[in-house]
T-cell receptor
Framework: KNEVEQSPQNLTAQEGEFITINCSYS?????LHWLQQHPGGGIVSLFM???GKKKHGRLIATINIQEKHSSLHITASHPRDSAVYIC???????????FGQGTTLQVKP | ETGVTQSPTHLIKTRGQQVTLRCSSQ?????VSWYQQALGQGPQFIFQ???????GRGNFPPRFSGLQFPNYSSELNVNALELDDSALYLC????????????FGPGTRLTVT
């Protein structure tokens, strides 16, 4: 079993839809990162959170430390949101990030 | 505040050769982590440098080595390149005391033929 599991692996949505990506992990963490990767490779850090909820624009991230689960929500999705979204818990021992396989999101106009 | 930069952007090497990739960390950051991302896969942790010392290593052979300099920039060296080393190499800088928030560079795309 992988240390980090994301679902779904692939997601196609219509513009305007509400999107949820889930992440479950099995390791002890100091914090969890949600990252966005566009074609071509560049990675952007969307959120780092260790408890509760954070919001930035149309993006919301939540984490439940007890259940070892996090979600990334996108409200009013737009084609420019099309990217790979990666959940990456940071190990509490080393601080290194452990990456999920990513969720490929395509938002159609 | 400058961002994380990596050089070169793209690189083509032949099997058996050696390669050096470079990363300049964000101003104020003293920790650099390197990751390998094969096509279609998530990134894999190679190693981390904190204040010029290796501070954790993933499951990579000794052919992968690194350095961190007093200005906290870093190099990743790979010897005896193999075809499977073809990947996107990402570096990320952070201030270790700051909860490990990491800022990623754009990556170096290495192709080994």
């Amino acid at each position: 079993k992988n240390e980090v599991e994301q679902s779904p692996q692939n997601l196609t949505a219509q513009e305007g839809e509400f999107i949820t990506i889930n992440c479950s992990y099995s390791v002890g963490i100091s914090a969890l990162h949600w990252l966005q990767q566009h074609p071509g490779g560049g990675i952007v850090s969307l959120f780092m959170l260790s408890s509760g909820k954070k919001k930035h624009g149309r993006l919301i991230a939540t984490i439940n430390i007890q259940e070892k689960h996090s979600s990334l929500h996108i409200t009013a999705s737009h084609p420019r949101d099309s990217a790979v979204y990666i959940c990456a818990p940071g190990s509490s021992n080393t601080g290194k990030l452990i990456f999920g396989q990513g969720t490929t999101l395509q938002v159609k106009p | 505040e400058t961002g994380v930069t990596q050089s070169p952007t793209h690189l083509i090497k032949t099997r058996g050769q050696q390669v050096t990739l470079r990363c300049s960390s964000q101003s104020g950051h003293n920790t650099v982590s390197w990751y390998q991302q094969a096509l279609g896969q998530g990134p894999q942790f190679i190693f981390q440098y904190y204040r010029e010392e290796e501070n954790g290593r993933g499951n990579f052979p000794p052919r992968f080595s690194g350095l961190q300099f007093p200005n906290y920039s870093s190099e990743l060296n790979v010897n005896a390149l193999e075809l499977d080393d073809s990947a996107l190499y990402l570096c990320a800088s952070s201030f270790q005391g700051g909860g490990y928030e990491q800022y990623f560079g754009p990556g170096t795309r290495l192709t080994v033929t």
